[in-house]
Nanobody, 119 residues
Framework: VQLQASGGGLVQPGGSLRLSCAAS????????RGWFRQAPGKVREAVSC????????TYADSVKGRFTISGDNSRNIVYLQMNNLKPEDTAVYYC?????????????WGQGTQVTVSS
């Protein structure tokens, strides 16, 4: 599978962004997709994940209530809607395919997209 992330940018605190992860290869119908992020000097962390087979979602505590992950199985795209963004959300965001489901071994990584939250 090949993953292509997009949608990052510069936004003020309290603002919103929507990230997209388009996939070629494995269908979301039979797989999971996750979002991770890595801030400068920090380890990469899991942000959210969706299992395309049943729609089960997971979120890091730091983004619960602000971020929403969703999937369009027909287009094989996963979105991450990010609302009420905070400066600490600044990071490079990566989409990935965990196997066999969320929390599993990462089977493929997409390239990152930079999200910067600053006034």
């Amino acid at each position: 599978v090949q993953l292509q992330a997009s949608g990052g940018g510069l936004v003020q605190p309290g603002g919103s962004l929507r990230l997209s992860c388009a996939a070629s290869g494995d269908s979301l119908d039979v797989s999971a997709r996750g979002w991770f992020r890595q801030a400068p000097g920090k380890v990469r962390e899991a942000v959210s994940c969706i299992d395309g087979r049943d729609g089960t979602t997971t979120y890091a505590d730091s983004v619960k209530g602000r971020f929403t992950i969703s999937g369009d199985n027909s287009r094989n795209i996963v979105y991450l809607q990010m609302n009420n963004l905070k400066p600490e959300d600044t990071a490079v965001y990566y989409c990935a395919e965990p196997y066999p489901t969320c929390g599993g071994v990462i089977n493929a990584w997409g390239q990152g997209t930079q999200v910067t939250v600053s006034s």
